[in-house]
């Protein structure tokens, strides 16, 4: 064992480089033909990004006219269309590309891999995807057809039918909603069968499914669950699209069809697909709490024991979005139970963490300071979960705000905290530039105030009984100053992002030369060079335990004297 | 940077103390607040609320405060040496004991909910019980009476349940077009109202008063200004609200010209006034409009103005709804309007 060395050499011809970058066509042309998994990442990572402001200024233009009652900001159907293409947005063209690019550029890295396992599925998934994005943006244009401008779709993100029939939404908006959907949803199956034959596949020597790092076992976990979750979505949509074209009557309920079966098929994806968004969180936690507390991750087997036992039990718990349309008193205690029992596999995970955090040198550098927000918020988000789960509860809270706040609490407390904690940890790797850390605490620390603003107001608003989706409120019912509350904190929140995306930006041409391996990690993306070469390494490198670089920084003491 | 843990838990504390603070200024009477339960129904669902915080708000208590002591205990120091921290892979015992401890809870907990889910979904309906129909409409409420034959709509008029004389509400709740959902937070929790699909719920709220709410269930472009007014009345007022119901609509000669406008456009083709032409079920029963305090599923006071203005142009108050622009002349409008407020 002891005649392998790491960091192994990356680069073959580092002369090559500079010189012969060719003109900025040739550059772009290379970026749209690539089929290497760093550039397809990377591009994934872009165009999250891009949408990611699209959505918040979406978001904030809510805000702007909820700030005050009988505000005429926005009208109702513009309101609507924004309430829409926000939640479209952030689910399908912000959460799911952010995660397939952290797949994309980390996975193969971390498995020792030189690229995915099907490189062209790869860049056809991408530009499905990203296609799929702009069909759904198109929609602002041609959403009316022939007949005139501007027509997103209004039906919410949920799109419940029958609101969705051709009676009640005509044009064309709600057919580009159901077509976007499909279309990106190809690239989403596209990419998750990608990684799930990458992880199998493609490991290197001695990288046995045990020492595989946590981020790569929860990427297979959830490319396995999207797997699941995505086609039943894809088929209400060919549904939902045979009904406004064919003549179809699956949600009809004019001609004896159900909303409910479009209620059923809806959440059957959409329940899963929080985890599928919330595990990658998961995984990016994972790598960073360990290296910035210097000790190896908690209970390894259990993270990953808990990471499946959330696939099999989230696919158990859809119908606890349903517990107003009136269901049985027996199945309304039943998904009280599985939804409760989600809770015990990812307490699992929260005391792990804290676990692995007890005994260490915790260094709060951005990345860290990302993922402890992360643990907080996702605590109090787990605990809210466990309020909602109890369904005479969630007949009060179901739909209201106290709704709204919880799941930004998953989506942003711990999604879009880990997601930036991600960039500013991985950044240096993709640039060979660190961003700015002053910047970055203050991009975390307003990130984390307008946050907390914003979202833990929310929940009292719900409590006060303020219904979401609606455009406008009366100005007699105690909402009017909490609301206001909620669109400041929405604002300072809108600066953080600008003050991360200067940073993001700037950062490219004047942050600090990284160096292969700059906060002294210890799995294999490091031993490459910043960026690493198309290859990735030029010998491929063989491991004994689940943190190579340990081994190697630590030869008088590696981890596989220790690993079971 | 030492203090990171510390003042993130104070500024937790604190963000939480002051919006409960102001959650229970900005609570007034009217309100349609879940924290002022006044029926059977919402104080089950507050009282077991009650016992969920405890033991959530306990867990956050004993996690969070674990993390923070982390957090502040194991942070960098200057004095450390410059090795790494000792290497600790896991400890079997300890993570079986924090998979068994919340399996407890959670028994604990599935238990508390399972009886109160048992307790309102499936409470007995007793004989003296009032039976009213609820159809939810773009963007308007239709409620019906079957035993008393009475149709109102947006401003529900039910008993009070209190002491000796138990007379609770059963709704039945239907839709005539797409999803809502039936939300008076303080009578009880809600339920959608879904077309081909009859849910019911109950409410036996103690105290008379007016209780708001609103639809919760995304309906379209109107789905804000599709307001709820639950009027719970003593038995006295509730039997002469029912007898004043149940007559047909006024005949005011002086009115008649109005009458005629009324029912030579296209208004009967949506409206029913008893006792006219007008039965058409599209839109709200207009026979005792001028019993009801708003128009328009709440977007607006019922006024001669407002109603005059509601006809003439619907989208002023509610851009979307689906009553049409009627294209009547001004003195057409006037004279409907006098009839229509001669309809008590």
């Known amino acids: 064992m002891s005649d392998y060395s790491l960091p192994v050499s990356a680069v073959i011809d580092p002369g090559t480089a500079a010189s012969e970058r060719g003109t900025f066509l040739e550059r772009l042309h290379e970026w749209v033909v690539t089929v290497d998994h760093k550039r397809l990442g990377i591009l994934y990572i872009l165009y999250s990004t891009l949408f990611l402001l699209v959505a918040g200024a979406e978001a904030l233009f809510i805000r702007l006219q909820l700030a005050y009652p009988h505000s005429h900001i926005l009208s109702a159907r513009v309101f609507n269309r924004f309430f829409t293409m926000h939640g479209t947005t952030m689910v399908f063209l912000v959460g799911m590309p952010f995660l397939f690019g952290f797949a994309n550029y980390i996975v193969p890295l971390q498995i020792g891999a030189r690229d995915m396992a099907f490189p062209r599925l790869n860049a056809f998934s991408f530009w499905l995807t990203a296609f799929g994005g702009l069909l759904l943006y198109y929609s602002f244009l041609g959403g009316a057809g022939l007949y005139g401008m501007g027509n997103a779709p209004d039906v919410g993100w949920f799109a419940y039918a029958p609101l969705t029939a051709k009676s009640f939404s005509p044009g064309h908006a709600t057919d580009y909603w159901a077509l976007a959907l499909i279309v990106s949803g190809f690239g989403t199956l596209g990419t998750a069968i990608n990684i799930v034959a990458t992880v199998i596949s493609m490991r290197c020597k001695g990288m046995t499914l045990m020492r595989m790092p946590l981020f790569t076992w929860l990427l297979l976990v959830v490319s396995m669950l999207t797997l699941v979750t995505i086609t039943p979505l894809t088929a209400a949509q060919f549904m939902l699209l045979i009904d406004r074209y064919l003549g179809g009557h699956f949600f009809d309920t004019q001609a004896g069809g159900s909303s409910l079966v479009w209620i059923h098929f809806f959440w059957i994806f959409g329940h899963p697909e929080v985890y599928v968004l919330v595990l990658p969180a998961f995984a990016i936690a994972n790598e960073i709490i360990p290296v910035f507390c210097r000790k190896a991750i908690f209970g390894y087997p259990a993270m990953v024991a808990a990471s499946v036992a959330i696939m099999f039990v989230s696919l158990s718990v859809w119908a606890h979005h349903m517990f107003t349309v009136g269901m049985t008193s027996v199945s309304n205690a039943f998904f009280t139970l599985s939804t409760m029992l989600v809770g015990v596999p990812t307490g699992i995970k929260i005391f792990n963490w804290i676990a692995t955090l007890w005994g260490g040198r915790i260094r709060f550098t951005t990345p860290m300071l990302f993922c402890i927000g992360f643990l907080f918020q996702f605590l109090i988000a787990g605990l809210t979960g466990i309020m909602l789960s109890v369904s005479p509860w969630d007949w009060q809270l179901h739909n209201s705000y106290f709704v709204i706040a919880h799941f930004h609490y998953v989506l942003v407390g711990a999604i879009v905290f880990c997601i930036f904690g991600g960039l500013y940890y991985w950044y240096p790797k993709a640039t060979g530039h660190l961003m700015s850390e002053t910047l970055g605490k203050w991009h975390f620390w307003l990130f984390a105030i307008g946050f907390h603003i914003t979202f833990d107001t929310m929940h009292f608003l719900g409590l006060l009984g303020m219904p979401r989706s609606i455009y406008t409120y009366q100005p007699d019912r105690g909402w009017n100053f909490l609301n206001l509350v909620v669109s400041v904190g929405g604002l300072i929140q809108g600066i953080a992002v600008l003050l991360f995306a200067y940073n993001f930006i700037v950062s490219y041409w004047r942050g600090e030369v990284a160096g292969d391996d700059p906060w002294d990690a210890w799995t294999l993306e490091w031993a490459t060079s910043s960026p690493p070469p198309p290859y990735n390494f030029e010998v491929l490198p063989e491991v004994h335990s689940r943190r190579p670089l340990w081994d190697a920084k630590h030869p008088d003491d590696p981890d596989w004297e220790y690993e079971s | ?344």
Request: proline share 7%.
């Open chain 2, 1 to 344: 940077m030492q203090m990171v843990p510390t003042r993130h838990l104070v500024r937790l504390g604190t963000a939480a103390a002051l919006s409960l603070l102001a959650a229970s200024n900005f609570a007034q009477s009217d309100s349609p607040s879940t924290l002022a339960p006044a029926s059977t129904p919402a104080h089950q669902i507050f009282d077991l609320s009650v016992v969920v915080v405890a033991i959530t708000g306990t867990i956050f208590l004993i996690v969070g405060g674990l993390l923070a002591i982390a957090l502040y205990r194991f942070r960098t120091r200057k004095s450390d040496p410059v090795t790494e921290p000792a290497q600790i892979y896991g400890s079997t015992q300890i993570e079986l004991a924090w998979t068994v401890i919340p399996l407890l809870i959670v028994v604990v907990l599935f238990l508390t909910t399972a009886r109160v889910i048992f307790a309102i979904q499936d409470a007995p309906r007793p004989k003296s019980a009032l039976d009213v129909t609820v159809i939810g409409h773009q963007f308007w409420w239709e409620f019906r009476y079957p035993k008393y034959g009475v149709v109102t709509a947006n401003e529900l008029h039910i008993p009070v349940s209190s002491g000796s004389v138990s007379e609770p509400t059963f709704l039945k709740l239907t839709s005539a077009d797409v999803n809502h959902s039936f939300w008076v937070p303080r009578l009880a929790g809600k339920t959608d109202l879904i077309a081909n699909h009859v849910n019911s719920m109950w409410m036996d709220p103690q105290k008379p008063g007016l209780y708001l709410g609103q639809c919760a269930q995304f309906c379209g472009s109107q789905h804000a200004m599709m307001l709820l007014r639950v009027y719970v009345d003593s038995p006295e007022q509730f039997d002469r609200w029912i007898t004043a119901q149940q007559q047909p609509a006024p005949q005011d000669p002086a009115a008649a010209e109005g009458k005629r406008v009324f029912e030579t456009q296209a208004c009967i083709n949506c409206h029913t006034v008893s006792g006219t032409a007008a039965t058409g079920r599209f839109g709200p029963d207009l026979t005792h409009l001028m019993s009801r305090v708003t128009l328009a599923s709440g977007a607006m006071d019922n006024t001669p103005a407002n109603l005059r203005q509601w006809i003439k142009s619907p989208d002023t108050f509610k851009n979307g709804a689906l009553m049409p622009a009627m294209q009547l002349s001004d003195r057409q409008l006037d004279e409907v309007t006098a009839y229509l407020e001669t309809l008590k």
